[in-house]
């Protein structure tokens, strides 16, 4: 096995557009998340998803 692990996968459904609050209304994330996902290592990429999770939930209710 390689010592290196595979990345934090996005989020992304190829829904994209933004919501009033710029939330994408597919994965969850704001512009900024989405903007700067690449240059994100993987405990804040595993951050990001801990939020878009939790606004997932919301938008469900």
Known sequence: MSGRSKRVAS????????DENDVCIGCHRT???ILHW??????QRRDVLR???EREQRSII
């Open 11 to 18: 989020p992304c459904v190829s829904v994209c557009a933004l």
């Open 31 to 33: 512009g900024d998340e």
């Open 38 to 43: 690449t240059r994100l290592d993987d405990d």
């Open 51 to 53: 939020k878009v999770s």
